[in-house]
């Protein structure tokens, strides 16, 4: 059995009308329009946020952590070195007194383990021992001198050193710090260095920037030609004092 809509139906009658009626039989007002009451639909379109946002925290972990262990991270660190190494190099001749500025963390060495241990947060107290779970404190990780060297990084210091380059570090890590930072440095491999400068203990400032740059100055005023400044954040560079910068990758953390 075919069916037949009741639109059709409706249809055959208006024909009927037209063909034995008046002419108003025709008019479209005639007959009652057929309309489709509304359906309210269970699935509603989610109300928008506003389009400018910042970037969500839990995707930029993500993000973060895949871009680590991809391998894509050391491969971007290993690009920046290797042109910081051509140009020391390149320079280093033409140069009176050659030196590099080398910044410490996630420049010279990695704090990869006691990142991943906290999740990209950062808790400056407390104990660091039973990694690779976290917490990890900072202080008790930079104490302990477990950081490893950043390969593409300790061959750019071994660069520069045979090219009669003078290497200095300028890190924000504190005075307190020297000991345990120094035995760090040698263990990794950077064994023979010019100085190691550290922020005093008491020193607050606004930057990292407010520190290094006087701290560049002041190695300049020794004699040196800095040629180059490496550091992970824009306020290790920030404030001039050396011919180039090289900017290494770090999406883990800031330091303003
Ligand atoms: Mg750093």
Known sequence: MSRVSGASLRA?????ACAIGPLSACAPSSVAPTVTPPVASSVQAPAQPPLEQPANVGDAKIAALDYYNSGRYLKDVGVVADAARAWVQEEAPRAS??????????????????????????????????????????EAWELSGKAKALPPMLALYQAARAANVAVFFVTGRREVERKSTTANLLNAGYRDFAALYLKPNAMKVASAADYKTPVRESIEAQGYTIIANIGDQPSDLAGGHAEKTFLLPNPFYRVR
């Open 12 to 16: 055959a009658a208006l024909l009927a």
């Open 97 to 138: 007194k050659p030196a590099i500025v080398l910044d410490i963390d996630e420049t010279s060495l990695s704090n990869w383990p006691m990142t991943k241990a906290d999740d990209f947060g950062y808790f400056p107290k407390g104990s660091c021992d039973a990694l690779p779970a976290g917490p990890c404190g900072a």
